[in-house]
């Protein structure tokens, strides 16, 4: 079946420019997740959905940064006024809800984002 | 202080010679412990998920266990196509909470 997937693959920005990185989901996952991957870094967690709402948005790292998600399914990430510090890869992973704490996460193939 | 911890960093083994990668985590309500592959320019991709203190999963040439403390990555008989960077994940609350992720160890199996 159709994994989660991501667009644009890899992206270029000039300073400043704002930018939006999109996900699609599994179908039936009812949770979707962002994370951050920096050149030597582990995984940094940006901000969840379960359906529409955003229980913890705490890995947000600046007011620059925002996060929708539509009807349950396809989410943005939107960066605004982008910097050099926010060239990264952005990777998007959704998990089924059922039994408690033990749902995995699928990840897609990720947005390589780079501000010149 | 980091909450999850891999090691080595990196690893470099010989077609065959068997060894473990290590995670260590210091999350005290454990609600499970993921393994993922990650190939370059690629997502991570799901291996195991282990629950409980005394736990093994196997797939191919993978074991995974856990402790109370930390996990091992078992590989036996590597073969180069097992080169790639396996990263660990806790999940400390209930529900859909969001993972805590190592730096990852990166793998090479040389033939």
């Known amino acids: 079946g159709a994994g989660v997937s991501q667009s644009p693959s890899n992206k270029v920005t000039e300073k400043g420019k704002d930018v939006e990185l999109r996900c699609d989901p599994i179908?039936?996952?009812?949770?979707l997740y962002w994370y951050r991957q920096s050149l030597g870094q582990g995984l940094e967690f940006l901000i969840y959905?379960?359906?529409?709402?955003?229980?913890?948005k705490s890995g947000l790292p600046s007011d620059r940064f925002s996060a929708e998600r539509t009807g349950g399914s396809v989410s943005t990430l939107t960066i605004q006024r982008t910097q050099q510090e926010d060239s990264a890869v952005y990777l998007c992973?959704?998990?089924?809800?059922?039994?408690?704490?033990?749902?995995?996460?699928?990840f897609g193939p990720g947005t390589r984002l780079t501000v010149l | 202080e980091d909450q999850v911890t891999q090691s080595p960093e990196a690893l470099r083994l010989q077609e065959g010679e068997s060894s473990s990668l290590n995670c260590s985590y210091t999350?005290?309500?454990?609600?499970?412990l993921f393994w993922y592959r990650q190939d370059p320019g690629k997502g991570p991709e799901f291996l195991f998920t282990?629950?409980?203190a005394g736990e093994e999963k196997e797939k191919e040439r993978l074991k995974a266990t856990l402790t109370k403390k930390e996990s091992f990555l078992h590989i036996t008989a590597p073969k180069p196509e097992d080169s790639a960077t396996y990263l660990c994940?806790?999940?400390?609350?209930?529900?859909?909470?969001?993972?805590?992720f190592g730096k990852g160890t990166r793998l090479s199996v040389i033939a």
């Open positions: 179908s039936g996952h009812t949770a």
């Open positions: 994940a806790v999940r400390e609350g209930s529900g859909n909470t969001p993972l805590v």
């Open positions: 999350v005290s309500g454990l609600r499970g």
């Open positions: 959905f379960q359906g529409n709402s955003a229980p913890d």
């Open positions: 282990l629950y409980s």
């Open positions: 992973a959704s998990s089924f809800t059922g039994r408690s704490s033990y749902n995995e996460q699928f």
